[in-house]
């Protein structure tokens, strides 16, 4: 099976743009989560999709959204960024059947840098 | 609030020696404990994954151990190679989402 997979590898924005990134889950996999990691905070939880529906969301600002398509795959948007956007965002799929058995696949991330 | 904590935050080992690295984490409802490998610059590769009914777990040359009422997890690499230096990182599963340590960066010396 192929693996996550994450569109596009680097970005480089400008303060007050916005961005869209893209994550294609491994085939048969219902459950999407994103993570934003820096240097300073660490890997932390933004948000997590389970068939087209938002399940939960980490502590960030509603500049952060996202959404799930019906055949699983996810986009991210970041509005209005910011220079401490900068980060790598990490996707994450698991096959959705059961949080104590489910092993977590991440994709290879984004690259954002913002300027 | 969960808090998870990798104990030490770097290891540098020759090579063949065995590899020890600690998690703790402060509230033991959780579904599952799993162990990450990231090298530079680049995604999580999933190691193992313990469910909390579980004791350890194996993999080829490695092996984790999960005490859920201590709030600890060990993971063993034996015979480390150069090829074995990352940086490894644990999370704990709850009903909401992956809660990570700061990893532990490892470099195994030829």
């Known amino acids: 099976k192929a693996g996550v997979t994450q569109t596009p590898r680097y970005l480089i924005k400008t303060r007050g743009q916005q961005v869209t990134l893209s994550c294609s889950p491994i085939?048969?996999?219902?459950?999407v989560s994103w993570y934003q990691q820096t240097p300073g905070q660490g890997l932390q939880f933004l948000f997590e999709?389970?068939?087209?529906?938002?399940?939960n969301k980490g502590n960030f600002p509603g500049r952060f959204s996202g959404r799930q398509f019906s055949n699983s795959r996810s986009e991210m948007n970041v509005s209005t960024l910011e220079l401490g956007d900068s980060a790598l965002y990490l996707c994450?799929?698991?096959?959705?059947?059961?949080?104590?058995?489910?092993?977590?696949?991440f994709g290879p991330g984004t690259r954002l840098t913002v300027l | 609030k969960q808090e998870v904590t990798q104990i030490p935050a770097a290891l540098s080992v020759p090579e063949g020696e065995n590899l020890v690295l600690n998690c703790s984490f402060t509230?033991?409802?959780?579904?599952?404990l799993q162990w990450f490998r990231q090298d530079p610059g680049k995604g999580l590769t999933s190691l193992l994954l313990?469910?909390?009914?579980?004791r350890e777990q194996t993999s080829g040359r490695l092996n984790a151990s999960l005490d859920k009422s201590s709030g600890r997890s060990t993971l063993y690499i034996a015979a480390s190679q150069p090829g074995d230096s990352a940086t490894y990182l644990c999370?704990?599963?709850?009903?909401?989402?992956?809660?990570f340590g700061a990893g532990t960066t490892v470099t195994v010396r030829a």
């Open positions: 994450a799929s698991r096959p959705g059947t059961h949080f104590s058995t489910d092993t977590q696949y």
């Open positions: 085939s048969g996999h219902r459950s």
């Open positions: 999709y389970f068939s087209e529906t938002q399940r």
């Open positions: 509230d033991s409802a959780i579904y599952n």
């Open positions: 313990i469910q909390s009914s579980q």
């Open positions: 999370a704990v599963r709850d009903d909401y989402k992956l809660s």
